[in-house]
C-alpha cells in the first residue's frame, strides 16, 4: 500500500480516537511539547468566543499580512475542504504539507490518542513553525481553557461573544460558559472583550488569571462606522461584507494591545475588500435572492433575522436548514419567529451529532415543514417552487451552507448554475 493521501489521513483520523471530542490538554500537550511547538513562534493572538471568531481572525490575518508579515491562520471546521483550516498569508496549505505534518505527529504521539481536532491543531502549529511565519492567529474550537489551541501561550487572546453553543460539553448557563472562554487568557497579558453585555463570571475569572482585560462599551468602544481604540484614537471601520463592526473592532484593538502596529499605523493600513465565506453570503441563483449563513446558535439567528428584516423583499423568504443536536435549537426556532413563510429540512444524518429532520419538524410545529430531505434533492424542488422576488435563506450549521456551496459549486462547473 503506497502513503496515504489527505483523504486517507482524514479518515483515519475519524476513526483513530473513540469520541469525536475529548476536551482536556495533557495528550496534546504531550505531543505538542516532543515535537517543540509551544514556543514556536514569535507571536501567537487566541481567538475564542461562541460567535465572530472566523471574522476576527480574518481581520488580524488580513490587516497583518498587509504589513508584510508572513501570518499563519488557524480556524474551524471548514466549508469545503479541510486545507481551508490552515492558512499563510491568506493561501490554504497544500495536501503534501498536511500530509507531512500528519504523518510527523503520528509518529511523535506513540502510543498517545488524539483527537481529529487535536491532529489538525497541532498540524497547523507544525505548519507554522515549518513556514517560520511571524505571527499565527488561533481560533478557539471549543470553550476555551481545555481547547487544544489553549496548548500555546498567547500574547493577546480575544473573546468575541458569550452565548449558549455546544451545551452538552459546556453547560447551559453562559455564567458557565464565559469561565470556558476565559481560559485562553494569559497573567499580565492583554485580552480583549467584545461582548457587550459579559456575565459577571468573565470579568471574575479574568481577574483571577490576572490578564490586562479590554472591554468593549468601556476601555474601547465601536459603532457602525467607528473603532475608539481604547488609545482614545478613532479609526474608521471599512465596510466589510458579512462581518459585525464590533468584531472588526475588537481585531483592531487586538492589533493595537499586540503592540505588532503602531496606532498611526492602525490608521493608515486600511482594509482589503473582503467577506468570510458562508458569513450573509449572498447569491443570485436562478433569479432567486438566496442567502448563505452559518448561524447555528441563538446569537448568530439573531443576527441573521435583524439582515433578513433590514431587507424589504416582495415574495416569501424560505429556509432551507439543518443543525447540530447539541444546539439550543427551541432558542433558535424562537429567534425566527415570523421571519420564514416555510421551512425545508436539510437531512443531515450522515453527521453523527446532527439532530433528525424528524426531531427538527416536532421542535417546528406550528410552522409550515414543506419538504425534508437532502441537500441535493431539496433545492432543485425549491428552486422550481420558488417565484421571482422570492429568498431562499441556507442556514443552521457549517455541514447544510458546505453542502449548498458544494453543490453549487458543482451545477456551476457543469454550467448549470446562476450567479
Not at 36 to 65: F, Q, Y
Not at 194 to 199: L, R
Not at 252 to 275: H, I
Not at 313 to 336: E, L, R, Y
Request: net charge negative.
Amino acid at each position: 500500500m503506497g502513503a496515504l493521501t489527505l483523504s486517507d489521513w482524514l479518515d483515519k483520523l475519524q476513526l483513530q480516537h473513540p469520541v469525536e471530542i475529548d476536551l482536556g490538554l495533557d495528550r496534546v500537550s504531550q505531543v505538542a511539547a516532543e515535537l517543540d511547538l509551544l514556543k514556536a513562534v514569535p507571536t501567537t493572538i487566541t481567538v475564542a468566543g461562541t460567535n465572530g471568531k472566523g471574522s476576527v481572525v480574518e481581520v488580524l490575518s488580513s490587516v497583518l499580512t498587509g504589513t508584510g508579515r508572513s501570518v499563519g491562520s488557524y480556524t474551524s471546521p471548514h466549508l469545503l475542504r479541510f486545507n481551508e483550516r490552515i492558512r499563510i498569508d491568506g493561501h490554504e496549505a497544500s495536501d503534501r504539507d498536511i500530509v507531512e505534518a500528519f504523518e510527523t505527529i503520528d509518529r511523535a504521539r506513540g502510543d498517545i490518542s488524539l483527537t481529529y481536532f487535536e491532529v489538525a491543531t497541532l498540524a497547523a502549529l507544525w505548519i507554522f513553525r515549518d513556514r517560520n511565519v511571524d505571527v499565527q492567529v488561533l481560533e478557539v474550537g471549543l470553550g476555551g481553557r481545555l481547547d487544544a489551541v489553549n496548548i500555546i501561550d498567547a500574547e493577546v487572546a480575544v473573546v468575541t461573544s458569550i452565548g449558549l453553543d455546544h451545551i452538552d460539553w459546556l453547560g447551559d448557563d453562559r455564567g458557565q460558559i464565559a469561565v470556558e472562554k476565559a481560559g485562553v487568557a494569559r497573567a499580565g497579558r492583554p485580552c480583549v472583550v467584545a461582548e457587550g453585555d459579559p456575565p459577571a463570571s468573565l470579568r471574575e475569572r479574568l481577574d483571577e488569571i490576572g490578564a490586562e482585560s479590554v472591554w468593549v462599551g468601556s476601555d474601547w468602544s465601536v459603532s457602525d462606522t467607528h473603532v475608539t481604540l481604547s488609545s482614545g484614537h478613532d479609526l474608521a471601520l471599512p465596510a466589510v461584507s458579512g462581518l459585525l463592526p464590533k468584531n472588526v473592532g475588537a481585531a483592531m484593538e487586538a492589533l493595537y494591545q499586540s503592540g505588532l502596529m503602531t496606532v498611526d499605523q492602525l490608521l493608515t493600513c486600511g482594509l482589503p475588500p473582503f467577506s468570510v465565506p458562508g458569513r450573509l453570503d449572498r447569491q443570485l441563483r436562478a433569479e432567486l435572492d438566496v442567502v448563505m449563513d452559518v448561524a447555528h446558535n441563538v446569537e448568530s439567528a439573531k443576527v441573521l433575522v435583524d439582515y433578513l428584516q433590514a431587507q424589504d423583499i416582495p415574495g416569501k423568504t424560505k429556509a432551507m436548514f439543518g443543525v447540530m443536536g447539541d444546539k439550543p435549537i427551541h432558542d433558535m426556532i424562537a429567534t425566527c419567529a415570523g421571519v420564514f413563510d416555510e421551512w425545508h429540512l436539510i437531512d443531515l444524518s450522515h453527521i453523527d451529532r446532527a439532530m433528525t429532520v424528524d426531531a427538527l419538524a416536532d421542535v417546528l410545529s406550528g410552522e409550515l415543514v414543506a419538504a425534508r430531505g437532502r441537500f441535493e434533492a431539496l433545492w432543485p424542488a425549491v428552486r422550481d417552487g420558488s417565484g421571482q422576488g422570492d429568498r431562499v435563506v441556507i442556514f443552521g450549521s457549517f455541514f447544510s451552507v458546505g453542502e449548498a456551496l458544494a453543490f453549487f459549486n458543482a451545477e456551476d462547473a457543469a454550467g448549470g448554475g446562476g450567479h
